[in-house]
Nanobody
Framework: QVQLTESGGGLVQAGGSLRLSCAAS????????LGWFRQAPGKEREFVAA????????YYADSMKGRFTISRDDAKNTVVLQMNNLKSEDTAVYYC??????????????????WGQGTQVTVSS
């Protein structure tokens, strides 16, 4: 019954914005840390951003810092990734992930137990 479903991907020109959402069900969402990862064709899965279960701490990859914002809405069982000033190199499939704390390495995809199927983000120049 555990499900994570991403939405909001699409085609956008460089410099534009997209807002990705991830809807979760089947687990106690508010007690889980959440992350966004991405994977481009032929590339390793890459950390994008994460937010602690409490919402007190957020984490970002250096290349996304200042452009992307992660947030969570426990009342709606959703985690959002707001992406601004998109670049061509942001093109990838974006995945949301969840893991019950403690999470020792929040930037490590292997730390996360639950994953969505991904949503495609394509940034054209």
């Amino acid at each position: 019954q555990v499900q994570l479903t991403e939405s909001g991907g699409g085609l956008v020109q460089a410099g534009g914005s997209l807002r990705l959402s991830c809807a979760a069900s089947g687990f106690t969402f508010s007690r889980y840390g959440l992350g966004w990862f991405r994977q481009a064709p032929g590339k390793e899965r890459e950390f994008v951003a994460a937010v602690a279960w409490s919402g007190q701490n957020t984490y970002y990859a250096d290349s996304m810092k200042g452009r992307f914002t992660i947030s969570r809405d426990d009342a709606k069982n959703t985690v959002v990734l707001q992406m601004n000033n998109l670049k061509s190199e942001d093109t990838a499939v974006y995945y949301c992930a969840a893991q019950r704390p403690p999470i020792v390495r929040v930037r490590d995809p292997y730390e996360y137990a639950y994953w969505g199927q991904g949503t495609q983000v394509t940034v054209s120049s």
